[in-house]
């Protein structure tokens, strides 16, 4: 019997990933269609007058999930990538003044934690307990696993443990149950944007998210993180996946309740036994011919606003990372998503990667800057005027916490709006993770890596079981990979 024809719809991390798993078990002839003129998807790169620039996510978080990827696939991960662990993890710069770093010398953070008021110390080490136990749960029975599986033995003795006081109520109401401090609230009200959600709309399960990068660190990759893309790009090419970039997928066929090929917006058709799709998942109806697709806006995760500035001097004052707190949080997303505006006072995101990699600026001298405000996916608001009157708010919240005039120094600027997003990367609205995670049934019943009802066709990726962020996505491919392999068997 011939080896089975593989299409992966989607280059994207996720597409990457279950391509290099499935090249290295010998599991067939792959073919990996990226639509875009480069792999990579939302992970991706701009690179201009010398200066180069990450546009999608900016840090990882557990390391051991790529290690574990190359592992796969007979390679050391140090061999290919340079991963350097941030200290500290971020500067967060308050409305009224206050500014601290957030180190991974815990020692050190708890005594900055104990100007912020009696007992915050220990109110962080209580959310940072109820995170661990939290992953010590998630890690066996959901991170890891189909989300259609039965669960066996070790599942149900691993939800014996499941902290049922702390983590299935609302996120930011455990949150303001132990944090006193309008420091320390604020603080960990912020991670659920990194799925794209509200703190006061998601399940308290998300707090594994703060615990996560304080217990295995926020890494960057010399370099940027795209390397990741073009490192394993080249691991494919060596396994004979074949990489076509600007062939985008419109169908996927069926004959008989199976798939049976894609056919290419160039009229090509590629005959396939298996097809993965790294597609956002509400695009999977649009594919198999069945609608239109899509997300109703209610259902949307956040989008973003991306100013990328190349500045020609240094700002020796920045932080890799710095996070500018708006005045009024709850208002904050009570626009992101009652009002679906671009809030009045956004907090702002600051990614100075230049700061700890000068390979990244021309001749080693001047900044990359990567600027960030949350947005509702709403594609349709973006013209000329909203774009500048957004990027006055913008720049007024990094001015009142203190962040440089650059005057005429930008010598570079590039801009990233949810329209933008959601043409490039056919993201509904420009939603960076597919839905948002509110509720228990978007937070952990997501699309599952297996299609129901059409042999033969899977899905990967942040927008799928078991969700989104860097890791998230490679643990997403194991599962699909070894799906694959298994209905194969």
């Known amino acids: 019997m011939s080896a089975p024809r593989i299409v992966v719809v989607g280059g994207g991390l996720g597409g990457l990933a279950v391509s290099l798993r499935l090249a290295a078990a010998g599991a067939g002839k792959i073919t990996l269609c990226e639509r875009g003129e480069r792999p990579g998807g939302k992970l991706n790169l701009l690179e201009r007058e010398g200066f180069r620039f990450d546009t999608g996510p900016s840090l990882i978080t557990l390391p051991e999930v790529f290690v574990e990827l190359f592992a796969a696939a007979g390679e050391e991960l140090p061999k290919h990538l340079a991963l350097r662990r941030l200290d500290p993890h971020a500067e967060y710069v308050y409305p009224h003044g206050t500014r601290f770093a957030v180190s991974p010398n815990l020692p050190a953070w708890l005594a900055t934690l104990a100007q912020l008021g009696k007992g915050e110390p220990e109110a962080y080490l209580e959310l940072l307990a109820l995170g661990a136990r939290i992953y010590g749960v998630s890690q066996p029975s959901f991170l890891t696993r189909p989300v259609t599986a039965p669960p066996d033995r070790a599942v149900l003795r691993s939800l014996r443990r499941f902290p049922l006081r702390g983590a299935w109520g609302n996120y930011a109401a455990t949150v303001e149950s132990i944090a006193k401090s309008p420091e320390l609230r604020q603080l960990y009200l912020r991670y659920p944007t990194y799925v794209g959600s509200s703190p006061w709309a998601c399940p308290a399960t998300l707090l594994v998210i703060p615990y996560l990068e304080f217990a295995f660190g926020a ?41 049976s090929g894609v056919q290419l917006a160039s009229g090509e058709r590629l005959p396939a036994e298996i097809v993965v799709t790294n597609a956002d998942a509400a695009e999977l109806p649009r594919l198999l011919g069945e609608g239109d697709g899509g997300l109703a806006p209610a259902e949307r995760s956040l989008s973003g606003l991306v100013f990328l ?91 009142a916490g203190g962040f440089p005039d650059l005057g005429t120094d930008v010598v570079v600027e590039d801009v990233w709006t949810p329209a933008r997003l959601a043409a490039a990367y056919r993201a509904p609205g420009g939603a960076i993770y597919g839905t948002h995670s509110h509720g228990w049934r978007r937070a952990f019943l997501r699309p599952a890596n297996r299609v129901r009802g059409v042999r033969g066709l899977y899905r990967v990726g942040g927008s799928a079981h078991p969700g989104g962020g860097t890791p998230t996505v490679l643990l997403s491919a194991r599962i699909t990979a070894g799906l694959v392999l298994e209905d194969l068997r």
Do not use: Q
Request: hydrophobic letters at 40%; glycine letters at 10%.
């Open 219 to 259: 890494w960057a990759v010399e370099g940027g993180l795209y390397r990741i893309a073009e490192v394993l790009s080249g691991l494919l090419a060596a396994r004979g996946v074949e990489l076509r970039t600007g062939a985008e997928v419109t169908r996927i066929e069926r004959a008989g309740g199976r798939v």
């Open 309 to 399: 500035l190349g500045v020609k001097r240094d700002l020796p004052e920045l932080a890799h990372h710095t996070v500018y707190f708006s005045a009024d949080y709850r208002r904050e997303f009570d626009d992101l998503f009652v009002r679906r505006d671009f809030p009045d006072d956004p907090t702002v995101y600051v990614n100075a990667a230049s700061r700890t990699d000068r390979s990244v600026v021309p001749g080693g001298i001047g900044e990359t800057l990567f600027v960030m405000a949350n947005s509702p996916a709403e594609p349709g608001c973006w013209g000329d005027r909203e774009i500048e009157s957004a990027r006055e708010r913008v720049f007024a919240r990094l001015a």
